[in-house]
């Protein structure tokens, strides 16, 4: 029997997974680090906890599930995508705090060049210039980190997303890579070329040696130092898409994490949206490259977090469906969370979270449902501008993560949606997905033998009455709360 391991570094924790060939989930293990919010609308990570949290998952799920590392054939890792670390190649030190993907420190700039070289850019990358993005994180830091210009100057200087900064750290090579998946979230990237695109190099000033190699998200890749190989590496959204077996064009889902990630597979040519979508690479392997549409939820698990960290309005993430089966409906209450900005396909990141539709008769149980309707409203959003983008009519939706928990929510998701709703039996198919990759490097499985692999839990199938009114009524709530900061 062989076995897998995963890094999966979200954006909140770090966790561990070990899998066997037959794509069971042996052990876990998980631990969260600092969110650091140095001023209204920036987010940071300390670098040095990402890699120890790593280290230390590693190192409890080899000691709960007593396999040793020989018994590992290869290492996977998926990532929070577009978050940036710099380091110095010579020291191996992070020169500042990770700049998160939620960070929206670099607004202002995104905004000109909006004005400036929107298509320019989206030609390029299937992006569309947002501080979301990794790009403007690196020029922020060339411009305002005294450190990271010198180490530019010096030469020295290593930018990557998260899967290099481990990388890094976890090969006694300090290998310097990423794989298709992550570089295409970058806005530096040319997603039909394939190669780091030197005017996007020349337009942010980022000198093309700051960059990883660019490698496949499937491959024997390099030895870990812990003893097995590290043989696949995917974003952690293309990696849950690989995790549902999503192989064929028009397979889509959704993950609901920290935010909610629409990803559709559109085969192996890219498709380029007119009205906000994104285009990326889902993964590459040593025979194809497959392409995804993506439209992004900035936040939802991170909303019932702010309900109970912020607002304290619940204790635990589980009273979220007790509280929203009190309400019979929403009570006219309409929710935007915009917290940090809007996504697809509205691209505003000067919009702010908002209730609308308060009484006195309001409860905590409408202000909670008005929450989870938002997640349901934002994907029938997103998914009714895929299907028209694409010409492909989708049948049913495959969900994964956190709040797929939430029974409630996901009838709810049906009932909004029109379709069924397929949760999968293993709720963290980011981590499974790169599992899945790892193991196809090293010849454990194949795609075929991957797709009948995919156990299903518990399919929502519409019914009940249609929320046409309740959809088009919040749809007037997100227009009131865009371009408010100003």
């Keep these: ?23 069971y989930q042996v052990a876990v293990a998980q631990e969260e680090f600092e969110q650091i919010y140095p001023k209204p609308g920036w987010v940071e990570h300390n670098p040095n906890d990402i890699v120890l949290t790593a280290m230390s998952c590693v190192e409890k799920v080899v000691k709960e599930s007593r396999v040793s590392f020989k018994e590992i054939e290869a290492i996977g890792i998926t990532n929070q ?93 300090k290998l310097h890579i ?31 040696e700051f960059l990883p190699k660019v490698v496949d998200s499937s491959a024997q890749l390099c030895r870990s130092i812990y003893g097995p190989i590290i043989g696949g590496i995917a974003g952690d959204q293309q990696a849950s898409l690989f995790g549902q ?13 920290t935010g909610s990630f629409l990803l559709m597979n559109t085969g192996n040519e890219p498709k380029f949206s007119k009205n906000g979508l994104l285009t990326t690479i889902g993964w590459k392997t040593k ?11 900035f936040a939802s698990g991170a909303l019932v977090k702010w309900l109970r960290d912020g607002l304290g309005l619940i204790s635990t993430a589980e009273e979220t469906e007790t509280l929203a089966k009190q309400a019979e409906n929403n009570g006219g209450v309409y929710f935007s969370g915009a917290l940090a900005g809007l996504g697809a396909p509205y691209w505003d990141s000067t919009a702010r979270g908002l209730f609308i539709g308060l009484t006195r008769g309001t409860t905590k149980a409408h202000i909670v449902r008005a929450i989870l309707e938002y997640v349901a409203f934002r994907t029938r959003d997103i998914m009714e501008l895929m299907e028209k983008e694409t010409g492909i009519k989708i049948k049913r939706l495959l969900v994964d993560g956190g709040m797929t ?4 929510l996901m009838d709810l998701q049906s009932r909004v949606l029109g379709i069924p709703v397929d949760r999968s039996m293993i709720k963290e198919t980011t981590a499974l997905g790169a599992a899945m990759l790892a193991g196809m490097a090293v010849g454990l499985w194949d795609k075929t033998l991957l797709k009948n692999k995919r156990k299903t839990e518990v399919v929502f199938t519409p019914k009940g009455r249609e929320m046409e009114e309740e959809y088009h009524r919040w749809k007037e709530a997100i227009k009131r709360s865009m371009n408010w900061e100003t």
């Design 1 to 23: 029997m062989g076995y897998i391991l995963t890094i999966d570094q979200g954006t909140s924790s770090t966790r561990a997974i070990l899998f066997d060939e037959e794509l």
């Design 81 to 173: 995508r577009e978050t940036i670390v710099a380091w110095d190649a010579e020291s191996g030190k992070a020169l500042y705090n990770a700049i998160v993907w939620q960070c929206r420190r670099t607004s202002t700039r995104a905004e000109e060049l909006k004005k400036t070289h929107e298509e320019f850019i989206h030609s390029k990358t299937g992006l569309r210039p947002d501080p979301y993005f990794s790009a403007t994180k690196m020029e922020w830091l060339l411009k305002n980190v005294p450190e990271i210009k010198n180490a530019a100057k010096r030469g020295t200087l290593k930018f990557g997303t998260i899967d290099s900064w481990l990388i890094w750290n976890l090969t006694p090579e």
């Design 178 to 208: 990423t794989d298709y998946s992550n570089a295409s979230r970058t806005m530096l990237f040319n997603i039909s070329d394939l190669n780091w695109d030197s005017e996007l190099l020349d337009l942010f000033s980022i000198k093309r």
């Design 245 to 257: 077996s999503a192989f064929n064009q028009g397979d889509m889902k959704c993950t609901y994490g």
């Design 287 to 297: 025979n194809e490259i497959t392409y995804a549409v993506e439209g992004s939820i």
């Design 405 to 408: 928990r939430n029974n409630f």
